[in-house]
């Protein structure tokens, strides 16, 4: 079993400075590139942001398909017809409406959106089979690609317990036909496999999970509605904290409170800038600090450490512009990490479960365990009271399988892990 020590600080920090690094990251004219940062060593590694289309995440028990919502990439749901239907697609005239990726969480890409509310085996592009762990394609998609083509494109299936992805894409008229299987196995070390459908394979395009904490790209956001630059967050590790607060200084600010933590991808985002119509260029909030929770280690031990960052430039990519971020990057040491009272050791086995779960945690006081499905919806809750290192059972034999979410909550801190069930 992976044993997973993580030190966390108290609930208001007072931490230790270290030196502040100013940092730039270039996504060049246009924003043509994406960039996967790094903290600590400042390493990034680019790509082009036209290099792929569609993505498919690469964990076993995972649905979840993206769309590439920085390019032209549009995609929409064919409206008059299934899957069944593949040879008679027409969209002349159609009025489509484009789907895109969530901005709160990697898991809701936009190939998943239409999801049908409270059918646990609608995946939106398919239905899961509780017998086989297939999940069968129902629907038809229309994608423009980054590169200006517009096909039809059927996921044919996910095979779960192999790990793999069967999908076709061709013309709209079925020409040019082409059929995929992607062992997403191969690709363990990204949390999500890029496709080209203008080049036909998979697009090296994104370093491993683990070698990069914040992406620095253009998305659409929904919520303005239109397409922003900004940066968002590698969730599988990293949280983040904004704190905002009229005469802050950033250079010398560094608390924060533990609770306040999330893994919203988008809480750094774009509106840390706002575009001076006057002046015709970018500025800056200078009362804004983003931290960064991160977690770091192996499969032995694992660990947080801390970061602190805030922009002091923005050159906008258009105009011969660079795309130029410039920001201040700080690590920050926590005087309390080496508190024992405040370690705590939470892990999930065996994992994937078919009928118990074990809970394993280190904690002095009352824990509450949550169930929770992908929605946030609690299914469950469990409380005990703890005085050290403890292993709890759950029963999750009344569960249907496929993915949860087992919350751990300790006063005002908690903590989430992810488990499958079989």
């Known amino acids: 079993m992976k044993k997973s020590l993580l030190w966390v600080v108290s609930m208001l920090c007072g931490l230790q400075l270290t030196a502040q690094t100013e940092r730039e990251v270039i996504t060049g004219a246009?924003?043509?590139?994406?960039?996967?940062?790094?903290?600590?060593?400042?390493?990034?590694?680019?790509?082009?942001?036209?290099?792929?289309?569609?993505a498919f995440s690469s964990k076993m028990m995972e649905i979840n398909i993206l769309a590439n919502n920085g390019t032209d990439v549009m995609v929409y749901t064919y409206p008059n017809g299934t899957a069944a239907d593949w040879e008679n697609v027409d969209i002349t005239g159609l009025e489509m409406t484009p789907m895109y990726n969530s901005i709160e969480t990697w898991l809701e890409g936009a190939f998943v959106q239409n999801q049908v509310e409270g059918d646990e085996l609608d995946y939106g592009w398919g239905r899961y089979n509780t017998s086989t762990h297939f999940i069968s394609g129902d629907s038809i998609f229309i994608v423009e690609t980054a590169g200006g083509a517009t096909k039809k494109l059927v996921i044919v299936e996910k095979d779960a317990p192999n790990n793999t992805w069967t999908f076709k894409y061709a013309n709209v008229d079925g020409t040019e036909e082409v059929e995929e299987t992607i062992a997403a196995n191969d690709y363990a070390d990204l949390e999500y496999i890029p496709y080209s459908m203008d080049a036909g394979q998979v697009a090296d395009v994104a370093p491993a999970s683990a070698d990069w904490d914040l992406l620095f790209t253009r998305y659409y956001d929904y919520t303005i509605?239109?397409?922003?630059?900004?940066?968002?967050?590698?969730?599988?590790?990293?949280?983040?904290?904004?704190?905002?607060?009229?005469?802050?200084?950033?250079?010398?600010?560094?608390?924060?409170?533990?609770?306040?933590?999330?893994?919203l991808i988008s809480e750094i985002g774009s509106d840390?800038?706002?575009?001076?119509?006057?002046?015709?260029?970018?500025?800056?909030?200078?009362?804004?600090?983003?931290?960064?929770?991160?977690?770091?280690?192996?499969?032995?031990?694992?660990?947080?450490?801390?970061?602190?960052?805030?922009?002091?430039?923005?050159?906008?990519?258009?105009?011969?512009?660079?795309?130029?971020?410039?920001?201040?990057?700080?690590?920050?040491?926590?005087?309390?990490a080496?508190?024992?009272?405040?370690?705590?050791?939470?892990?999930?086995?065996?994992?994937?479960?078919?009928?118990?779960?074990?809970?394993?945690?280190?904690?002095?006081?009352?824990?509450?365990?949550?169930?929770?499905?992908?929605?946030?919806?609690?299914?469950?809750?469990?409380?005990?009271?703890?005085?050290?290192?403890?292993?709890?059972?759950?029963?999750?034999?009344?569960?249907?399988?496929?993915?949860?979410?087992?919350?751990?909550?300790?006063?005002?801190?908690?903590?989430?892990?992810r488990f499958v069930v079989e």
Do not use: C
Request: charged share 20%; net charge negative; glycine share 8%.
């Open 30 to 54: 246009s924003y043509a590139n994406e960039v996967y940062y790094k903290l600590g060593d400042g390493n990034a590694a680019s790509s082009e942001r036209t290099a792929w289309d569609i």
């Open 272 to 336: 840390w800038k706002s575009f001076n119509m006057g002046t015709m260029s970018y500025e800056v909030a200078d009362t804004t600090v983003y931290f960064l929770k991160v977690e770091k280690g192996d499969d032995v031990y694992s660990y947080y450490e801390y970061y602190k960052i805030y922009f002091t430039a923005f050159e906008s990519g258009s105009m011969g512009g660079q795309g130029v971020y410039t920001f201040q990057e700080e690590q920050l040491s926590a005087t309390s």
């Open 225 to 263: 509605p239109y397409y922003v630059t900004g940066v968002l967050i590698n969730d599988a590790h990293v949280q983040v904290q904004e704190v905002s607060e009229t005469d802050l200084d950033p250079a010398g600010f560094s608390t924060f409170q533990q609770e306040n933590f999330g893994t």
């Open 338 to 417: 080496g508190n024992p009272d405040m370690i705590r050791l939470l892990e999930l086995y065996p994992n994937p479960s078919h009928e118990t779960l074990q809970v394993v945690y280190d904690f002095n006081g009352e824990v509450q365990l949550d169930v929770l499905d992908l929605n946030g919806r609690v299914l469950r809750s469990e409380t005990a009271v703890s005085n050290g290192f403890e292993t709890q059972r759950i029963d999750v034999r009344s569960l249907e399988p496929g993915i949860y979410l087992l919350r751990a909550r300790m006063g005002q801190m908690s903590e989430v892990r």
